[in-house]
Each structure stands twice: as structure tokens, then as C-alpha cells.
């Protein structure tokens, strides 16, 4: 068994596909309309036929419940692996990119904190 799609919820696919694509750098995978949404997947250009992050509409009221709970406690919803988070953050930040948590020291990791832009809290990490 292995993991084959994640999630994170978008309060619009369109934006969340810019962000992710044109800012972080992930590869548009997947992209059919079902109705008002799309099903829509990113993946690292690394890996294309590794795992693929759906960008999920938020439609469902828990979701923005949920979400808006971790944003304002400082909780990141999920976890991208980067070789070298100031490298990163650096890059990220020449692209405007909003970060709430700078480059950090934590143990044997090192990590950072972005907004995505589409009510969700991201971090980068990287093992030192």
C-alpha cells in the first residue's frame, strides 16, 4: 500500500493552480471539470507519476471551519520536502510569496511557513 493523492482545501482552483504551479513549481497533472469544480492535481516535476495533490474546492462548511482554525493558530495544513529551505524561501520570496514562519531550526529539520494564498498555512522542511 502507498499513498497516491493528498489533499488541500482551495478557496478557488483557479488561483490554487497559479500559486502552486507558477510559485512553488508543481506540474499541472490532472485537470476535468465535474459540474461547478474541477478535479484538479499537481505534481512535482521531480517525480510526474509520483503523488498528486488534489486541489479541493472547499465547498463543504467543515472545511473552511477547518481551516480557518489552523491559520489562526499558526498551524501549516501540510508539509513539502525541499533540499534547501532558505534557498527556498529566498526564491519564494523574490516571487512575493508571503511566509508567517522564516526559515527555522527545529532538532534534525529545518522549516518554513508560507501562505498559499488560498486560506492555507504550507510548510517547507527540510532534514539538516
Request: proline share 7%; hydrophobic share 40%; net charge negative.
Amino acid at each position: 500500500m502507498r499513498i497516491n493523492l493528498t489533499s488541500v482545501y482551495v478557496d478557488d482552483q483557479a488561483k490554487a493552480l497559479a500559486f502552486y504551479t507558477e510559485k512553488l513549481g508543481f506540474v499541472k497533472k490532472t485537470d476535468v471539470p465535474t459540474g461547478e469544480y474541477r478535479w484538479l492535481t499537481v505534481v512535482s516535476p521531480e517525480d510526474p507519476q509520483g503523488i498528486e495533490l488534489v486541489l479541493e474546492p472547499a465547498a463543504h462548511p467543515a472545511s473552511g471551519q477547518f481551516k480557518d482554525a489552523l491559520v489562526r493558530d499558526g498551524i501549516p495544513f501540510t508539509s513539502f520536502a525541499v533540499d534547501d529551505v532558505q534557498a527556498e524561501y529566498e526564491r519564494l520570496g523574490a516571487l512575493g510569496v508571503s511566509f508567517t514562519q522564516p526559515p527555522t531550526e527545529m532538532g534534525p529539520v529545518t522549516t518554513a511557513v508560507l501562505d498559499d494564498t488560498c486560506g492555507n498555512l504550507i510548510q517547507i522542511a527540510a532534514m539538516r
